[in-house]
Protein backbone atom coordinates (compact mmCIF):
# COMPACT_ATOMS: atom_id res chain seq x y z
CA UNK A 1 0.00 0.00 0.00
CA UNK A 2 1.25 3.47 -1.20
CA UNK A 3 2.10 6.05 1.46
CA UNK A 4 -0.61 8.56 1.98
CA UNK A 5 -1.00 12.32 2.65
CA UNK A 6 -1.24 12.57 6.89
CA UNK A 7 1.00 9.07 7.02
CA UNK A 8 4.41 9.02 9.14
CA UNK A 9 6.85 8.52 6.37
CA UNK A 10 8.91 5.89 7.03
CA UNK A 11 12.70 6.44 7.84
CA UNK A 12 15.76 4.82 5.94
CA UNK A 13 19.24 5.36 5.35
CA UNK A 14 20.69 5.15 1.66
CA UNK A 15 24.34 5.38 -0.12
CA UNK A 16 24.56 8.22 -2.23
CA UNK A 17 25.95 9.08 -5.39
CA UNK A 18 29.67 10.34 -5.24
CA UNK A 19 29.84 8.60 -1.84
CA UNK A 20 27.86 8.96 1.48
CA UNK A 21 24.84 8.05 2.81
CA UNK A 22 21.68 9.98 2.90
CA UNK A 23 19.43 9.39 6.52
CA UNK A 24 16.08 11.12 6.15
CA UNK A 25 15.46 11.72 10.07
CA UNK A 26 18.85 13.75 9.59
CA UNK A 27 17.68 15.81 6.35
CA UNK A 28 14.19 16.25 8.32
CA UNK A 29 16.21 18.03 11.18
CA UNK A 30 17.07 20.84 8.50
CA UNK A 31 13.61 21.02 6.79
CA UNK A 32 10.94 19.66 4.22
CA UNK A 33 12.23 16.90 2.03
CA UNK A 34 10.57 15.74 -1.47
CA UNK A 35 11.58 12.37 -2.07
CA UNK A 36 11.88 11.32 -5.65
CA UNK A 37 11.14 8.27 -6.83
CA UNK A 38 12.03 7.57 -10.58
CA UNK A 39 13.08 3.70 -12.75
CA UNK A 40 16.32 3.99 -13.55
CA UNK A 41 19.13 6.30 -14.70
CA UNK A 42 19.39 7.25 -18.28
CA UNK A 43 16.17 6.43 -19.15
CA UNK A 44 14.56 9.44 -21.42
CA UNK A 45 11.95 10.50 -19.00
CA UNK A 46 13.50 9.97 -16.04
CA UNK A 47 16.46 12.17 -17.62
CA UNK A 48 13.39 14.79 -18.38
CA UNK A 49 11.86 14.80 -15.15
CA UNK A 50 15.11 15.11 -12.90
CA UNK A 51 16.65 18.06 -15.37
CA UNK A 52 13.72 19.85 -15.27
CA UNK A 53 13.93 20.19 -11.52
CA UNK A 54 17.59 21.00 -12.01
CA UNK A 55 16.52 23.76 -14.39
CA UNK A 56 14.05 24.66 -10.94
CA UNK A 57 16.21 23.83 -8.20
CA UNK A 58 15.55 27.75 -7.18
CA UNK A 59 11.72 26.77 -6.76
CA UNK A 60 12.76 24.08 -4.24
CA UNK A 61 15.74 26.26 -2.25
CA UNK A 62 13.47 29.39 -2.10
CA UNK A 63 10.89 26.63 -0.22
CA UNK A 64 13.30 25.60 1.62
CA UNK A 65 13.11 22.08 0.75
CA UNK A 66 15.67 19.50 0.20
CA UNK A 67 15.13 17.60 -3.08
CA UNK A 68 16.44 13.91 -2.98
CA UNK A 69 15.84 11.70 -6.20
CA UNK A 70 16.06 7.71 -5.56
CA UNK A 71 15.98 4.40 -7.63
CA UNK A 72 17.52 1.20 -7.73
CA UNK A 73 20.24 2.11 -9.60
CA UNK A 74 24.46 1.86 -7.78
CA UNK A 75 24.95 4.99 -6.23
CA UNK A 76 28.18 4.55 -9.10
CA UNK A 77 25.66 4.74 -12.07
CA UNK A 78 24.20 7.54 -10.44
CA UNK A 79 26.95 9.81 -9.68
CA UNK A 80 28.04 9.28 -13.13
CA UNK A 81 24.74 10.25 -14.29
CA UNK A 82 24.86 13.17 -11.62
CA UNK A 83 28.16 14.67 -13.12
CA UNK A 84 27.26 14.04 -16.71
CA UNK A 85 23.78 16.08 -15.87
CA UNK A 86 24.95 18.94 -13.61
CA UNK A 87 22.66 17.16 -10.70
CA UNK A 88 23.61 19.47 -7.76
CA UNK A 89 20.46 17.66 -5.07
CA UNK A 90 21.39 14.40 -3.96
CA UNK A 91 20.80 11.01 -5.50
CA UNK A 92 20.18 8.01 -3.24
CA UNK A 93 20.54 4.44 -4.16
CA UNK A 94 17.92 2.20 -3.52
CA UNK A 95 20.03 -0.69 -4.87
CA UNK A 96 20.15 -2.79 -1.53
CA UNK A 97 18.72 -4.86 -0.50
CA UNK A 98 16.85 -4.41 -3.58
CA UNK A 99 13.78 -1.47 -3.89
CA UNK A 100 13.33 -1.69 0.11
CA UNK A 101 12.84 1.83 0.67
CA UNK A 102 10.78 1.86 -2.76
CA UNK A 103 9.23 -1.25 -0.64
CA UNK A 104 8.16 0.64 2.21
CA UNK A 105 6.73 3.39 0.26
CA UNK A 106 4.69 0.94 -1.53
CA UNK A 107 5.99 1.96 -4.93
CA UNK A 108 8.03 -0.83 -6.00
CA UNK A 109 7.02 -2.63 -9.16
CA UNK A 110 8.04 -6.01 -8.21
CA UNK A 111 7.75 -7.80 -11.88
CA UNK A 112 9.96 -5.45 -13.17
CA UNK A 113 12.52 -4.71 -10.06
CA UNK A 114 12.21 -1.03 -10.21
CA UNK A 115 10.13 2.03 -8.31
CA UNK A 116 7.06 3.64 -9.95
CA UNK A 117 7.00 7.55 -10.51
CA UNK A 118 5.95 8.72 -7.01
CA UNK A 119 7.00 11.50 -5.23
CA UNK A 120 6.50 12.30 -1.42
CA UNK A 121 6.57 15.90 0.56
CA UNK A 122 7.60 15.36 3.82
CA UNK A 123 7.23 18.07 6.43
CA UNK A 124 10.00 17.98 9.27
CA UNK A 125 7.76 16.35 11.75
CA UNK A 126 7.98 13.73 9.20
CA UNK A 127 4.18 13.36 8.08
CA UNK A 128 3.88 13.81 4.05
CA UNK A 129 1.81 16.85 3.26
CA UNK A 130 1.41 16.32 -0.30
CA UNK A 131 2.30 13.25 -3.07
CA UNK A 132 1.95 11.93 -6.62
CA UNK A 133 2.29 8.62 -7.47
CA UNK A 134 2.57 7.51 -11.52
CA UNK A 135 2.96 4.76 -14.04
CA UNK A 136 6.85 4.25 -14.97
CA UNK A 137 6.02 5.62 -18.53
CA UNK A 138 4.21 8.70 -17.39
CA UNK A 139 6.15 12.01 -16.27
CA UNK A 140 5.38 14.08 -13.46
CA UNK A 141 4.70 17.92 -14.24
CA UNK A 142 6.67 20.52 -12.46
CA UNK A 143 3.54 22.37 -12.00
CA UNK A 144 2.34 19.62 -8.81
CA UNK A 145 5.91 20.75 -6.77
CA UNK A 146 5.07 24.13 -7.11
CA UNK A 147 1.42 24.22 -5.98
CA UNK A 148 2.64 21.33 -2.94
CA UNK A 149 5.89 23.95 -2.38
CA UNK A 150 3.00 26.74 -2.28
CA UNK A 151 1.09 25.30 0.12
CA UNK A 152 3.52 24.83 2.80
Known sequence: MTIAIGDQA???????????????SEAL???????VFFPLAFSGICQGELCEIRDNLAVFDDARVR??????????SLGTWAEQQGYTFTLASDMWPHGEVAQRYGVFVPERG???RASFLIRPD??????????????????GYREALAAL
Do not use: K, M
Open 10 to 24: PDFTLPTAGGGSFTL
Open 29 to 35: ADGPVVL
Open 67 to 76: VVACSIDSPY
Open 114 to 116: IAT
Open 126 to 143: GVVTWSVVNAPNQARPLE
